[in-house]
C-alpha cells in the first residue's frame, strides 16, 4: 500500500489528486503547517530526512519531490493511464510540461513569495518575477488556445502538475489576463477525481 504524507496547503494535493484520479489505493499521513512560520511539521522530517511534503513511501523506502512521486505512480500503477502513448507525437509536449510545472513554470511565483516573504518587492526583484511570470502565463495561456486539456482532448498527468503553477499565480498574483487558463482550470475543477481529493485535504488556497 502507498502511504503519502500531505501537508495542508501544499503541491502534495497534486499527488492525492493523480491518485483519485488512478482509483489507486493509498494512506494518508496528513500534516498542517506551523501557524507562525507556516513551514511543515517536525513530523515530516521523520517520515524523509528533508522534511518537506509531499513524501511517498513506497517499496520500503521514502522518497521526496513531486515529479518523482507522480513518474513513480504512473509507471507502477498506472496501466498506461494518464499519459500519452511512449511512442506517439505527444510525449515530448508531454515531458516538457510535467518538468515545465516544477522549475520554469515555478520559478517565477517563488521569486514573488521570497520577495514578499523578505519584504523585496520594492527592489528590482519584484519587477523582474513579473516579468517572469507573465512569460510563463503567456505561453501556458497561448497554448491552451482551442484544447480541452494541454494535450488535446486527452487529460494526463502534466495538466495536474501544471495546474499547481495556475492555482499559485491565481493566489499571488492575478491570472485575469489569461482567460484560457481560467477556463482550463475550471473544466480541472469539475473532474471527480479533483472533486474526491476535496474531501481528503484542501486543495491549495482553497481554490
Known sequence: MLKVHHLSDSRSQKVVWLLEELGCPYDLVYHRRLPVTMLGPPALKAAHPIGKAPVLEAEGRSIVESGAIIDYI????????????????????????????????????????????????????????????????GYLDRSLRGKIYLLGDLFTAADIQVSFVAELAKAFASIDDYPEIIAWLGRLHTRPGYQASLTKGSYIYGA
Open 74 to 137: 504512473l509507471l507502477r500503477h498506472g496501466q498506461g493511464r494518464l499519459m500519452p502513448d511512449t511512442d506517439g507525437p505527444e510525449l515530448l509536449p508531454y515531458l516538457e510540461w510535467m518538468n515545465f510545472a516544477v522549475s520554469i513554470g515555478s520559478n517565477p511565483i517563488m521569486m514573488k513569495v521570497y520577495a514578499r516573504a523578505f519584504g523585496l518587492e520594492g527592489t528590482a526583484l519584484g519587477p523582474a518575477a513579473d516579468a517572469e511570470l507573465a512569460l510563463v502565463l
